[in-house]
């Protein structure tokens, strides 16, 4: 008998947290930011799906990318902030927050970058300087936030 309820609940338990796994799906969304001089700023939400249990919280992954372009569409540099988020559908809250950068020009280079988490937003900051000749000629600072809201949907 005793064989038999630890079957049961063994049975209980698999059928009620049963496992998801999706396809590792990415979507994305771009906006893009023009400046005077027709260099750009491309704005990229990559949101990746994860494992989800059945149960009242989930957790998904996903990162935002800025990508500073020059006029003709060539990529200066760029700053990423990637979040780890839990959402329940009626709030949400950023687990963990980092930064990457990447500079393809030779005249700009990255001078500092931090990222941080607050609520549910993860954010990153990166500042980037322009040489021309050895000599400092101008920075640019650019925050990237990551957002994800009760539902989960990143932003």
């Not at 927050?97 to 988490?117: E, G, Q, R």
Request: hydrophobic share 30%; glycine share 6%; net charge positive.
């Amino acid at each position: 008998m005793k064989k038999f309820r630890i079957f049961l609940l063994t049975l209980i338990f698999l059928f009620s947290y049963n496992i998801t796994v999706p396809a590792n799906e990415r979507s994305e969304t771009t906006v893009i930011e023009t400046f005077e001089d027709g260099s750009y700023i491309e704005s990229t939400v990559y949101e990746n799906s994860g494992i989800s249990f059945r149960s009242a919280t989930q957790k998904k992954s996903g990162h935002k990318t800025n990508t500073y372009k020059s006029s003709t569409g060539k990529t200066i540099w760029s700053v990423t902030v990637k979040g780890y988020f839990s959402y329940n559908g009626k709030g949400s809250s950023c687990l963990s927050s980092s930064v990457s950068t990447s500079c393809l020009n030779s005249h700009w280079k990255i001078a500092n970058s931090s990222s941080n988490k607050s609520g549910a937003t993860a954010t990153a900051s990166a500042t980037a300087k322009k040489y021309l000749d050895g000599k400092y000629i101008q920075s640019v600072t650019r925050t990237v936030k990551l957002t994800c809201n009760k539902s989960g949907k990143l932003s």
